[in-house]
């Protein structure tokens, strides 16, 4: 059957993604740290859809480790998700530069380092699909959080590149970018309601948008438009600013 | 963030609690009082509403299914539409699903829902086999109604007063067909309705839409709609999408005037006076749930829901008394939903027996409650009861007459501990 790879399998999107993917036929390999955590979940979505679900172990700061992690997939992924993210202290990272290191190295370095490998491989199969959950954080640098925000611009800069130099070989990037969601991530924020979409909801539109070949999606849609008149306030303006 | 009922009535501030194991669960019971679980936040009124409100409904995990038995495992905060969208490709149904599948299995139980089946197959905990509960003394157990049939009959029903429901095991039943056979008949008074009702007795699926602004000799006429599943083989079920009010609507816009033409449009649209229909699962079961949060049509102050039950040999009487009530208020009820319903079951507070229900939506406004207190005097003159999961007002007086059980549950809460632990604002209104 074919596989999915779901990398960063234990956050909320990734499991509600994992779902959506299940029920529409495919099977899941679920990549994470302590990935035995996952088996309650793995039986749960087989239970679900009578997909086979299997778990792998993978540590995203463990850059020698990757290549040997992909190796070891005995059938090679259709797809890969990477759904990778650490949110981290802004406050701790703006001193402790081993906090500001490993929000760079979690959501970026990490995940450049194993997409490298596999998106070579889809390359030289000439198929495939690449999703990368970014953020609208990424759009524009703000106080609240712009140690995490450079780092999804970054991870937002290298799918853009990505899906640049796979476009030839037929390979798809989607870039995803949540506005708020519902997830641990966020538990005890006060978040908007109307602006805030639950993990079910970006899953759906990540299977739909992937399966259309979409290249870049904001969930919920507002966000593609809230984040359009962000990043037009001009600079003079937003510096003393608080959003 | 405050949780709210489906009802939006009353708005409280409350303290929600998560819970990663049993063990951190144990601990938030330990620690607080006045604790209520909460699922979907489906039920209507108090039930699920105190100042500490334990989530449930994250704990989402299928377990285990048996193929041959039809035996699904899963944790207490999936959703009745979490298994459909699973299971009906698979040949399996609900065996007992209320008017909405939105709600959580730990709810489903918590309220001993009943369906459209219920003069057939009863209430959901007839599908019961057997779940896990973290009650008060923090320890979860293993509950049945074989093994331990007090707690058994006392949280079926309990609406979550006897602890955490974290886990059940349930029957599910073979079908063959997403769809159903439906026929609708067209009557002209409560008279002709109660025939119709009799007639279909012999069909697994029946309800009435009642027209409850209706006046005079035609008090009482209904859409009777009665089906059963097709064996047509098509089981290609697949989530819908949904369109979704987005904002409360102004509470005027649910009047007198719009609440009639409504009726009269659903009404008029049944041309014969008996009809045949092909229906999917959705349309049939759960034709509210294609709106998403339809509550808001009721405005920014909320709405109740009013649901009772009369014995059946006083049913007549007492629907036509009360029908007559709500046409001289002249307050409007969209959903107005008429039930047979069979035997009651040995559960302390599940509210079926066998007689009439109905259930009606008004939005809270001055003069309703006065309005329900003289509907609750006939309902007390002819032994009928109120349903907790729809309830917001409620007196304790009112309340005890209807259930004959009820200090069998407040002893058992007693004896159990129960009784400070788990509270809901409306248990302690009712005094349970």
């Known amino acids: ?243 | 963030m405050s949780l709210m009922s489906w009802g939006m009535y009353p708005k409280i501030k409350n303290a929600v609690y998560q819970y990663d194991n049993e063990k951190i669960l144990s601990q938030i019971i330990k620690e607080h009082n006045e604790l209520i679980p909460y699922g979907n936040g489906r039920s209507y009124g108090d039930s699920a509403l105190s100042s500490n409100i334990i989530n449930v409904k994250p704990h989402d995990y299928f377990i285990d299914f048996d193929e041959e038995s039809g035996l699904l495992h899963v944790q207490a905060g999936v959703l009745l539409s979490e298994i459909l969208e699973s299971f009906v490709p698979r040949g399996w149904f609900l065996k007992v699903t209320p008017g909405t599948k939105l709600i959580t299995v730990g709810g489903a139980i918590a309220s001993d829902v009943h369906g459209k089946n219920h003069h057939v197959e009863g209430c959901f905990s007839e599908c019961v086999k057997e779940f896990n509960i973290m009650l008060s003394e923090s320890e979860s157990v293993t509950c049945s109604n074989e093994t331990t049939p007090e707690l058994f009959r006392a949280t079926c029903g309990g609406n979550g007063l006897t602890g955490v429901i974290l886990d059940a095991k349930i029957y599910l039943k073979k079908i063959n067909s997403k769809y159903l056979n439906q026929t609708t008949i067209k009557t002209k008074n409560l008279k002709e309705t109660f025939q119709a009702f009799e007639k279909y007795l012999d069909k697994p699926y029946s309800v009435a839409w009642i027209d409850c602004l209706a006046k005079g000799d035609k008090i009482g006429k209904c859409l009777l709609m009665v089906g059963d599943f097709r064996d047509d083989g098509k089981l290609d079920y697949k989530k819908k999408s949904q369109i979704s009010i987005p904002f409360n609507f102004p509470s005027f816009a649910l009047n007198n005037w719009s609440v009639r033409a409504f009726n009269w449009l659903y009404y008029g649209k049944v041309k014969e006076r008996v009809s045949k229909q092909r229906v999917d699962i959705d349309t049939f079961f759960y034709p509210l749930d294609a709106i998403g949060h339809w509550n808001r049509i009721y405005g920014k102050n909320g709405f109740t829901q009013y649901q009772f039950i009369l014995p059946k040999e006083h049913s007549f009487q007492g629907l036509e008394e009360i029908l007559k009530e709500i046409s001289d208020s002249g307050k409007g009820s969209f959903l107005a939903v008429l039930k047979l319903y069979g035997k009651a079951n040995e559960n302390y507070l599940s509210f079926p027996l066998e007689g009439y229900s109905l259930a009606l939506d008004f939005k809270i406004e001055k003069g309703l409650f006065d309005l329900l207190d003289r509907l609750d005097e006939i309902v007390v003159k002819y032994n009928g009861r109120i349903y907790l999961t729809k309830d917001v007002r409620v007196s304790k007086e009112v309340f005890e007459k209807g259930y004959p059980y009820i200090n069998t549950f407040r002893q058992f809460r007693k004896e159990n501990k129960m009784d400070t632990k788990f509270q809901s604002l409306q248990s302690k209104r009712v005094g349970i």
């Open chain 1, 1 to 243: 059957m074919s596989y999915i790879l779901i990398i960063g399998a234990k956050s909320d999107i990734a499991k509600a993604t994992a779902r959506e993917y299940a029920k529409h036929g495919y099977d899941l390999y679920l990549a994470a740290r302590n990935a035995g955590e996952l088996e309650e979940f793995a039986n749960d979505v087989t239970v679900r859809t009578q997909r086979t679900v299997k778990i792998v172990e993978l540590d995203i700061l463990d850059y020698k480790s990757h290549q040997a992690f992909y190796e070891q997939l005995a059938e090679k992924p259709l797809g890969v998700i990477s759904a990778v993210g650490y949110l981290g202290d802004q406050e701790k990272a703006q001193t402790d530069f081993d906090e500001a290191k490993l929000i760079m190295d979690s959501n970026y370095t990490g995940v450049v380092s194993l997409l490298n490998i596999i998106a070579k491989d889809f390359e030289h199969r000439r198929s495939g699909f690449m999703v990368g959950i970014s953020s609208v954080a990424g759009d524009r640098g703000r106080k609240s959080n712009y140690i995490y925000g450079s780092a999804k611009a970054a991870l937002t800069a290298y799918l853009s590149g990505l899906r640049n130099r796979l476009h030839d070989a037929q390979v798809y990037v989607l870039t995803v970018k949540p506005g708020f969601v519902a997830t641990k991530m966020t538990e005890g924020m006060d978040l908007p309601e109307k602006l805030t979409a639950q993990p079910e909801e970006v899953a759906e539109a990540v299977y739909k948008a992937q399966q259309k070949g979409k290249n870049v999606l904001y969930t919920k849609w507002m966000w593609r438009w809230v984040m359009l008149i962000i990043k037009m306030i001009p600079e003079w303006k937003f510096k003393g600013m608080s959003i």
